[in-house]
């Protein structure tokens, strides 16, 4: 079973950047479309990006422009670069696979982003 770890959340004012990172287990990572979702308090959790075993992305019209998915098939692992954050964008993000195309894998403990001045 893969294991996944979130990191690289934190407090951020609005109009700020962060960089997540998703570390992956396992030697069969780079086969998969992999994405970032996230989970705001009382909403349904959401796929907000999303990136084939080839590179190809597709991101939700919500984070279109301003965030960028990308993965390092050697190390196993995924990342999201945010940029001009809203408070909106506060949730707990997560990774693992692209669930429109795969089962996704056990949910890891995600990162928290709040995003607030």
């Known amino acids: 079973q893969v294991q996944l770890v979130e990191s690289g959340g934190g407090l951020v004012q609005p109009g700020g950047s962060l960089r997540l990172s998703c570390a992956a287990s396992g030697r069969i990572f780079s086969i998969y479309g992999m994405g970032w979702y996230r989970q705001a308090p009382g909403k349904r959790r959401e796929l907000v990006a999303a990136i084939s075993s080839g590179g190809s992305t597709n991101y939700a019209d919500s984070v279109k422009g301003r965030f960028t998915i990308s993965r390092d098939n050697a190390k196993n692992t995924v990342y999201l670069q945010m940029n001009s954050l809203k408070p909106e964008d506060t949730a707990v993000y997560h990774c693992?696979?692209?669930?429109?195309?795969?089962?996704?894998?056990?949910w890891g403990q995600g990162t928290q982003v709040t995003v607030s001045s």
């Open positions: 693992n696979k692209d669930w429109t195309i795969a089962t996704p894998w056990a």
